[in-house]
């Protein structure tokens, strides 16, 4: 159901995975130089008309910036634009006062999920430290995902994390971002093969363009990693993500989206719409 209770269609098209933000180059230092492209602001009203381009119904955006502001920020946009289904926002999962936070934010419907950017955190075992697991346990009370954010490297900590909490509903950012780069895989699959053994997490085919070259890739760099997430996930627990505004580093909404498009067309109709919209809204209960 949708926030004012009424039946999203299971055939409805999500985008899982997208970025709000009024661009300011201290908040948003980790927009280099390098990426001029999205050195700017980026709202709904630039969104709309790329989903409606592409046959999207509705999204769900995530947070970039790691404060409480960039919560408030995104639900205050999800309220004044009915398209966007729900919100993954940032809270401090280690602070103190953790539990009357997820109070608070438990009163707003479109709030789904939250998200730690652990990519950036300088110990690679970041996931299993204590205080932090001891606030991701507090999720499950309120029904509120958690998306991990991370590098091949992490995932072999991500494994022992997801292990703690049977309970919790997880989902794995970008295919956790193998290097299309390099095209070194081997540590990447064991990790993701891993991770999908736990049935209570779930993957975004998202973001695969920025880790790829950004001015020479081809739809068939990424082939390789889309079976194996789809013979480790199965159908039920992948979902589509353009990752939007970042993937104009290095394609269009409608190429991210051809993409996956591309690959998926090999199955029937029914598990496309499953990729398309049908898990991400069980996942987030849109």
């Known amino acids: 159901m949708d926030a004012d209770g009424k039946n999203i269609s299971t055939t409805m098209r999500i985008d899982s995975h997208q970025h709000f933000w009024k661009y300011h180059p201290v908040k948003e230092a980790w927009i280099t130089d390098d990426m001029k492209i999205i050195q700017r602001d ?6 709309l008309p790329l989903l409606q381009e592409n046959n999207i119904d509705g999204c769900v955006a995530v947070q970039a910036d790691q404060s409480e502001d960039e919560t408030n920020f995104l639900l205050q946009l999800a309220d004044k634009n009915e398209f966007v289904k729900g919100v993954v926002g940032w ?4 602070s103190a006062d953790l539990e ?3 109070e608070h934010f438990s009163q707003y419907k479109k709030l789904k999920g939250f998200r730690h950017i652990v990519q950036s955190e300088l110990k690679d075992d970041f996931l299993l430290r204590e205080p932090f697991c001891k606030g991701v346990e507090k999720l499950t009370t309120y029904n509120f995902t958690y998306a991990i954010l991370i590098f091949p490297k992490h995932l072999r900590y ?4 997801v292990q703690r909490f049977p309970q919790q509903a997880f989902v794995v950012d970008h295919l956790a971002k193998p290097d299309f780069k390099k095209a070194d895989f081997l540590e990447w699959e064991k990790g993701i093969r891993a991770l999908a053994d736990y049935p209570n997490v779930s993957c975004k085919v998202s973001g695969m363009v920025t880790e790829a070259d950004w001015k020479n890739w081809t739809a068939d760099d990424f082939t390789y990693c889309l079976d194996v997430v789809t013979e480790a996930f199965g159908i039920n627990r992948l979902m589509f993500g353009s990752d939007w505004p970042v993937c104009l580093l290095a394609a269009s909404y409608q190429e991210m989206s051809n993409i996956v498009h ?4 090999q199955f029937s109709i029914d598990e496309q719409q499953k990729i398309w919209g049908k898990n991400a809204i069980d996942f987030y209960h849109l």
């Open 42 to 47: 980026f709202l709904p009203a630039d969104l």
């Open 91 to 94: 809270v401090d999962l280690q």
């Open 100 to 102: 009357e936070r997820l």
């Open 158 to 161: 991500a494994s022992k994390f």
């Open 262 to 265: 591309r690959y998926f067309t």
